[in-house]
């Protein structure tokens, strides 16, 4: 597609339920990155993919989130058992090229979700 | 590990005033830095970029130098526009950290009439 694409761009859960916020990258970027934002924050780095594979998953904050990346395309985001302070903006990028410093990554409009 | 500090927001100024956002930045290697703009109900987009020291990067009317000596990153516009009003993002890639980026903050930016 012409950019990155995410869903749903809103969404309303209760606490204790699952969510699953998609991402569709850059068709060709092999690089995809999560990335939360919280209101009034900066950008907190959650988990990057190169092809499926996921080389650096430090930035999960706990074991309730997840993700994966199927075909090298789109990736899911999952969050289990929500909490209050999960409330945030959800955000994906994807790039060209890893391990190259000066690829820009482009970002999708964002997940907003608010956990009741 | 590397990290990106910016000056805290918010800063309102007038149209045509002279801006500057200072960042700073700290990485073991050799990064590269950017900038992304947040406008109202957007998604960030990349502003400009630089990828080795000494280089400018420049766009809209905005300019970054990259001071490997003061490990800085200042954006800069001579004359911001109410336009211009957006959360600003200085973040770097690259370093031991190469394959994801590291953002600040953010500043907000508020241009009055």
């Known amino acids: 597609g012409a950019g990155v694409s995410q869903s749903p761009s809103n969404k309303v859960t209760e606490k204790g339920k699952d969510v699953e916020l998609r991402c569709d990258p850059i068709?060709?970027?092999?690089?995809l990155y999560w990335y939360r934002q919280s209101l009034g924050q900066g950008l907190e780095f959650l988990i990057y993919?190169?092809?499926?594979?996921?080389?650096?998953k430090s930035g999960l904050p706990s074991d309730r989130f997840s993700a994966e990346r199927t075909g090298g395309s789109v990736s899911t985001l999952t969050i289990q058992r929500t909490q209050q302070e999960d409330s945030a903006v959800y955000l994906c990028?994807?790039?060209?090229?890893?391990?190259?410093?000066?690829?820009?990554?482009?970002f999708g409009p964002g997940t907003r979700l608010l956990v009741l | 590990g590397d990290s990106v500090t910016q000056m805290e927001g918010p800063v309102t100024l007038s149209e045509e005033a002279f801006l500057t956002i200072n960042c700073t930045y700290t990485?073991?290697?050799?990064?590269?830095l950017f900038w992304y703009v947040q406008y109202p109900g957007e998604g960030l987009q990349l502003l400009l970029k630089?990828?080795?020291?000494?280089d400018k990067g420049s766009n809209k009317g905005f300019e970054a130098t990259y001071r490997k000596e003061t490990t800085s990153f200042h954006l800069e516009k001579g004359s911001v526009q109410v336009s211009d009003s957006a959360v600003y993002f200085c973040?770097?890639?690259?370093?031991?950290?190469?394959?994801?980026?590291?953002f600040g903050a953010g500043t907000r930016l508020t241009v009055k009439p």
């Open positions: 990028a994807s790039s060209l090229v890893t391990g190259g410093p000066g690829a820009a990554q482009y």
């Open positions: 068709s060709g970027h092999t690089a």
């Open positions: 993919f190169q092809g499926n594979s996921a080389p650096d």
């Open positions: 990485a073991t290697g050799y990064p590269s």
């Open positions: 630089a990828t080795k020291a000494d």
């Open positions: 973040a770097l890639r690259g370093g031991l950290q190469n394959n994801d980026m590291r």
